[in-house]
């Protein structure tokens, strides 16, 4: 079991999906990207939706929840939709909790394979599916994703962010700063507007929940960013400034969608920042 002070962590696998690798990699071509992660027939790439759970007494924390299970069968195939292994629900009944026990959901942003597991249908009905729970989002991101804009519509769905914003469940908070003892938030532009990062730290152990400023070891380098990202210069100065603590203070990466890697050490090799000792969150 991986521990960092008080905090017990686990992986919560929440399933599997898929998105052009062409967007996922920007202006870095094919040849190149397809030689880390490869694409199926229609061009996409195998994702996960991996969220990090983290208990510590009668607390329990979530850190994103994946894309839900509300989606009709369109969305499903656009995406490649694989929850038949792994869903939020069994993962979280695998280590003995329910949706019921969590106590904190942080939610590094409103894009929908980030939040979608936030809410649920009953009876057709939309409802939080975290019904015990706050939900700390950046009071900028959620402002961001109210007014809406073109470039991000199809990730902003109203069907994840409704239900919440009327439930009372919503904490927004501002900047970067110890959410809990230990457990820091970090603000990040490059992506979308405040994105959170979350870095779980105590005794001199960091690990840095990388969410989409890193969202898979192949993004390491400086120019490997998402054709997604609506400033991507911002990426490059967050990513280089972030790499470069992580190397001098040996953070532990947690990767939310890399297909193959979770978690690893990152050093400086020749070319740039790049992983070491990828291993499973159980082995911290």
């Not at 069994?90 to 980030?114: E, M």
Request: hydrophobic content about 40%; glycine content about 8%.
């Amino acid at each position: 079991m991986a521990s960092i002070g008080p905090y017990e962590l686990y992986t919560i696998e929440t399933g599997r999906f898929g998105l052009d690798g062409g967007a996922m990699f920007g202006i870095v071509p094919k040849p190149l990207w397809q030689k880390q992660i490869a694409p199926d027939e229609l061009n996409r790439i195998p994702l996960n939706a991996r969220c990090l759970l983290i208990e510590s007494g009668s607390q329990l924390i979530l850190v994103d929840n994946g894309i839900g299970d509300k989606y009709d069968e369109k969305f499903a195939s656009i995406y490649s939709l694989d929850n038949d292994s792994e869903d939020l629900t069994r993962s979280l009944f695998a280590l003995g909790f329910s949706k019921d026990d969590v106590t904190d959901v942080i939610l590094t942003h409103l894009h929908f394979d980030h939040c979608g597991g936030s809410t649920q249908r009953v009876n057709g009905r939309l409802e939080v599916a975290f019904k015990n729970a706050t939900f700390h989002v950046q009071k900028a991101h959620w402002e961001w994703a109210e007014i809406g804009n073109a470039r991000e519509k199809a990730s902003f769905l109203p069907d994840n962010l409704l239900p919440l914003a009327s439930s009372g469940q919503l904490n927004l908070i501002e900047g970067r700063f110890d959410l809990f003892p230990g457990i820091e938030v970090i603000p990040v532009d490059g992506h979308t507007r405040a994105m959170q990062l979350v870095r779980v730290h105590a005794g001199g152990q960091s690990l840095l929940y990388t969410a989409d400023l890193l969202p898979t070891h192949a993004h390491l380098l400086p120019a490997w960013n998402m054709g997604y990202d609506l400033w991507p210069l911002t990426t490059i100065d967050e990513k280089a400034r972030l790499l470069d603590q992580a190397i001098r203070e040996n953070w532990q990466l947690f990767f939310e969608h890399d297909p193959v890697v979770s978690l690893s050490s990152v050093i400086l090799g020749p070319r740039g920042p790049e992983i070491a000792h990828p291993r499973p969150l159980e082995d911290l």
